[in-house]
């Protein structure tokens, strides 16, 4: 924690946001239909509970060095990730897929937004922590129940709380590290 503080000092000292603003800027392809902009909504009000403010670009190629980018399958072959709805790339800390049609599949198009916006919180998530881990509980458990994804269509899941604080950790080590290559 004292590191994660010294590195944010760092940051400022060299032009970055204040540690207080935290944000991330979330680049993702465009899908037709309401759900993918709803799941983009739903999901800046998760981290927007946590104080991190997302910024979302529908100009993939354009995406800011900084930015994370979000792809949206919607073929997804059966052999890829068999029954995984989305995958991230942690230590590569950009890329997240996302698989729109087995959401679809799985909930219908009334739900899709709701549970696509924890699947995309949850993958982000693990961008910003830069590990491939997950908790006990809330939206980064490692199999969602039955019980979750009826949850999930009434309000997203919470973060528990070592997450929050490895999003802030993960957010202050990208702070810097975007310093030091400009």
Known sequence: MVMAGMMGTVAQGRGAEPVNERRIIVCMESAPGPGPALARITAARVFADIDVKVT??????????????????????????????AYALPYEGTH???????????????????IMANVMVHEITHILERVARHSEQGLMKARWSNEDFRSMEHKPLEFAREDVELIYAGLTYRAAHHVAEK
């Open 56 to 85: 979302w670009l529908s100009d993939f190629r354009g995406c800011p060095a900084e930015g994370l980018k979000i792809s949206l399958n919607e073929a997804t072959p059966g052999t890829l990730r068999p029954g995984e709805l």
């Open 96 to 114: 997240i897929e996302v698989f729109y049609d087995r959401i679809l599949r799985m909930v219908g198009q009334r739900s899709a937004p709701l």
